[in-house]
C-alpha cells in the first residue's frame, strides 16, 4: 500500500473557500471483475465482464455526464466506468442521476462494471499544476484504459469513447491496443444496426449544442437561490423544503413531509402560476418561501371556490430534479407553429396536463407530427419560459389503442420489458414431454399433506395463477376443526438476488388493465410450477390452525412448508352451487360412478360447508370490533389464449367470496402476528392508518358504532343510499401501504378497515413482490423457532424500509394505470355514440356532494364526475341565474324559474367524450334532467338477477362470436374494431358494454316470465 496526498478545494456552508489536504492510500491489487483475470484479482461475488467480448469500452468523464442514457442500451456490452466518471456524475448531475448510475452498476443484465482507478497504484494520476479539471479527468481515463489492456496481458482491446476531439487526437496513437474515438464513431462502427442508439445520441448532441449556443436576452424567471443559502433558510425556518405536486394552474404543498414551527404551514403551502413555481416541475424536491399575507390567495377547483385565503409562497430553488420520461404530442404545424419550421424546434405538449411545454429539437418535424413521442428533459434556463429536452422513441400515432396503452404505461414509470433468456434459464424446465416432478429431498423436508387432507381452490373462472388453496378436517373424534391454508411457495423457485428476483422486485405486482395483463414471475412460474393447479403436487407455504370445534377457539396453530396435491380446482360459481344445493358438475369427479361420485361430492360440500361456517364466525368477531364493509365495483374481462375480450363479467357477490377472503384475511394476520414477534423492527405490515376525516368520523361515533350505523343506513326505495354511504365513509380512510415495523410505533400497525392490529401480505406470491418477502421473513422465523439458521441474514430496517417504499410507488403506479386503462377503453366505447340521438348515452346519476355551484355525481355503471345544472320542469337548460348552495341541496334559479339537487336525488346524465389531441379523452357529464333515467324507480337487482344478467351476456356474446365467424368466412376482411381501433373481433370490449347496458335496463321479472312461459 502506497501512501499520497489528495488535495481537494470545498466550500464551507457560509461561502468560504477552504483547501482540504487528505491521506490518499494506493493499493497495487484492486479487483479489475473481468473474466480474462490472469492476476488472481478478488472478483468473487461481483459482477464479471464476460471474456467472450471483442473489445472493453471505457467512456469518458464527459460521455457519462451527457449520454448516459445512450450506455444504457444492454446491446452494448463490456462497459468499465471509472470511479472519476461516478463522482463527477454525483457531483455534477445530483444524486438522482448517480443513483441512476448506481443502480445501472448493479443491475446483472448489464454487462457494465466499476472500477475504482483511483485507488489503483498504476492507474492512478495525481492532479498537476495548472491543470484543468476536464483534462485531468481524461487523462485519469486514458490511464484507466491502459491498465487494463496491460492488466489482461493483451488479450483484450481497449476502446475509450471521448466527445473531446482534442484528446482523441492527443491520445488515439499512444498505444497499441488502446483505441480513442468519438462516441459517434463507436456506435458507427461497432453497432451499426442499433438505430435507436444512433437516434438517441443524434437528439442529446442536438439539445448539447443549442444549449451551449443560446444566448440569454432576458431573465423570465428568478434565479434560483446558491445551494448553502437554500440549506441556512431551511434549517432557521424561514424557507421549508417539500415535494411539489403540481394541480393544473396551481401547485399545493400539502402538509405531509412539513418539517416546520411556523403554524401558518399547517396545512400546506398555496404556490400559484408559472411565476411563483419558477422552473420547478411537478414531482421536484423544492424550497418554498412565504409571500407576505397580503399576497396570499385562495384555492379555485371545478365546482367549488375557497375564498379564505391561505398559505401561500414561491419557489426559489430546486435542491432535486425528479425528472422523468414523458410522453409528448407534436401538435400540428399551424399559426405560430409554423415559424419555427426551419430551426426544427418545436413546442411539445405533454400528455400530463401539470408538466409545462417542451422545447425539443428534432430532424423528423414533419413525421412526428400527431404522433406520441417519449421525451426527456435537459435543462430549464431562467431566460426560458420552458423547459429544453431530447426526444427518446417514437410511440405510434395518438389516438390508436396501443400507443395509448404504452403511453398509460410510460406515464405511470411501469417498464415491463419480455423476460430475458438469462432469467428463464435460472428456472426449472417444464414440458409436457419433460413434466418437472418434484424433488425427493425437498419432499423429505416437507410435511406431507397429499393423501391425508382434502386440498381444493376456489377462484375466478380461467384462473391459471392459482395462489392459494384450502382445506378443513375433522381431529380428536370430532372435537377439534384443522383450517388450512396454503400458499404457492414462489421463494423456492425464486431464490434471493437471483435475475429472476430482481426483476420481479423491480415490477413490484401483476399489472392489469382492461385487455392485458403483465405478469410480475415468468409464465413457467406464475401458470405452471408455483400454480396450484389441480392434480398435480406442488410445493406450498401453509399456515394451519386446530380450532375447537363448538366455540372455534385457536387451540394451535403451525407454519410451514408442505407438499399439497390440490384435489379440485373449482371457480366460484361452481361452489356456490354447491353450497346452494343446486344442481352442479364437478369436472373432477367425471367418468366415476355414482356411489363414489356421490360419496367424494358429499365430502366436498361438507369442507365448503365447514369452511361457511368458520368464515362467518371469522367476520362476525371482526364485526364486533368495528371492522367496516367495503363498498366497490368490479368488472372482470375473460380473455382468450390470443388474449381478445371474450366477455365482460360484473362480478357477483357471493357469499363463497366472503368465505375465501376471510380464510385469506385471517392467514394474512396470523403471519404478520408471527413475523412481527420473531423480528419486531424488520418485519413488512400492511396497515391503514387513519386519516384526520377518519378519526373525526369514529370520534363522534366510535369504531364499531359507527360500522352499525352504515349497516342501518339502508334506504328500502334505494339501495343505492347505503352503498354511496359505505363509499363516502371508506373514502376517508387512508390507503393502505406497507412500511417496516422498525420505523413505526406500534400503535400505527393497526388496521382500521379490518379491525386487526396487525396484517399484511403472505396470500399472493404469484402476483405481490410484498408476499415473496413476507414468505421469507417467515421461512426466516420457523428456522429460528426450530434452532436451524435462516442461512441469508434478514433484510436491515434501512433495506426493507427502500424495498417497501419501491412496492407502494409501484402499487399506486399499477391502480392509476389500470383506472386510466379502463376510462380509455370507456372512451373508445362512448366515442362513437351520438349523445345527441343516442339513448345509451343517457344513464342514472346519483347526487353523493353539494359544492357552491354544482354537484358530484356517482353513475353506479362505475363512472363518476362534476356535474353543473340549472333549469326547470325537469329538463335541464344552460341559462344564466343563481346559484344558492345549502348544506344538503342546491337551488338554481333563472328566468324558467328554480330547480333543486339533493343529496342522493337520481338524476339523468347525459355521456359524452371530451377530446383533446395532446392529452387523454375524458368522459364528461352533462345533466340533462333532475329526474331518474326514464322515470324508472332505483332498483338493485338480486344475485339472482345478477346471475341471470351475465348468463345473457355471455350467450349474447357466443352468438355475436358465433355470428362474427359465418361473416369471416362469407368476406374475409378485417371489422371496424380491426381498422380503426386494432381491436379484437367481435365480441369486444365495446360490443359487451353495450349489451351489459342494456340489459341492466331490463325488467328481470318481466324476463323471468317470458323465458318460464316459453319452457
Known sequence: MKKTEKILHLKSCRGRKLRVVREHYLRERVPCYSGLCQADCDNTGAKVLPGDLTHYVVPDVAVVLDYLEVLEFRELRGVVFTQTACQAVQHVKGRRQYNRLRNLLKDPQHDCVLFANEFQEYSYCPREKGERQEEWQTRCVYSTAVWYYNHLAGMKDVVMITEDQAAAARYGSLNAGVYVISVRDFLVNFLPELTAAHDLYAAVSQALQEEESEVAEKKEFAEHLPAEVLEAGVKSGRYVQVQLPVHLRAGFVTAEGLS????????????????????????DVVVVELLPRGEWR??????????????????????????????????????????????????????????????????????????????????????SLYPNGHSVRVLGRAGELETEVQTILIENGIHVPPFSDAQLRELPASSPERPWAVDAAQAAQRRDLRRSHLVFSVDPLGCEDVDDALSVRRLAGGTLLEL???????????????????EARARATTYYLADRRYDMLPAVLSADLCSLLGGVDRYAMSVVWELDAQTLAVEKVWYGRTLVRSSYQLHYELAQALLDGGAAEVPELRGLGPAERDARLAELTGALETLTRVARHLRAHRDQGGALELEGVEVRAQLDEQRNITALVPRQPLEVHETVAECMIYANHWVARKIQEAFPHQALLRPVPPRLHFIAIATCFGEK????????????????????????????????????????????????????????????????????VVHRLLTAAIDVDEGRDPGRAVASNKDLEETTRHINNKNRASQQAQKLSTELFQCLYFKERDPQSDQRCLADAVIYSIRDNGVLVFVPENREGQVVANGEGGLCEWQSGAVRRQSDHISTTSSCGTSTFRLFDHITVCVSVRSTHCHADALHLEAVSNRPHRGAEPKRPGAQGRSQLVQEVVRLAEEASQQAREKAARRPKLSREEREFSQ??????????????????LDLEAVSQVAAATA
Open 298 to 383: 385562495g384555492r379555485d377547483s371545478a365546482l367549488s371556490r375557497l375564498s379564505d385565503p391561505e398559505s401561500t409562497g414561491r419557489v426559489v430553488g430546486v435542491p432535486q430534479r425528479n425528472w422523468r420520461d414523458y410522453v409528448v404530442t407534436f401538435p400540428p404545424r399551424e399559426g405560430p407553429q409554423a415559424q419555427s419550421r426551419n430551426t426544427q424546434r418545436l413546442l411539445a405538449v405533454p400528455w400530463d396536463h401539470r408538466i409545462p411545454k417542451i422545447r425539443v429539437s428534432t430532424q423528423q418535424a414533419d413525421a412526428l407530427q400527431d404522433h406520441r413521442v417519449v421525451v426527456r428533459i435537459d435543462s430549464w434556463e431562467s431566460s
Open 484 to 502: 388450512g391454508v396454503h400458499i404457492a411457495d414462489v421463494t423456492h423457485f425464486v431464490a434471493e438476488g437471483s435475475l429472476t428476483d430482481l
Open 705 to 772: 358504532a359507527l360500522a352499525d350505523s352504515l349497516d342501518r343506513a339502508v334506504d328500502p326505495r334505494d339501495p343505492l343510499v347505503n352503498r354511496m354511504l359505505r363509499i363516502m365513509a371508506t373514502s376517508a380512510m387512508s390507503q393502505a401501504v406497507y412500511f417496516s415495523t422498525g420505523l413505526q410505533s406500534q400503535d400505527q400497525f393497526y388496521h382500521y378497515g379490518l379491525a386487526l392490529d396487525r396484517y399484511t401480505h403472505f396470500t399472493s406470491p404469484i402476483r405481490r413482490y410484498a408476499d415473496v
Open 984 to 1001: 379484437s373481433q367481435t365480441p369486444n370490449l365495446y360490443s359487451l358494454l353495450e349489451e351489459v347496458r342494456e340489459l341492466a335496463l
Open 260 to 283: 416546520t414551527k411556523n403554524s401558518d404551514l399547517s396545512w400546506g403551502v398555496l404556490v400559484c402560476g408559472a411565476k411563483n413555481r419558477n422552473r420547478a416541475v411537478h414531482g
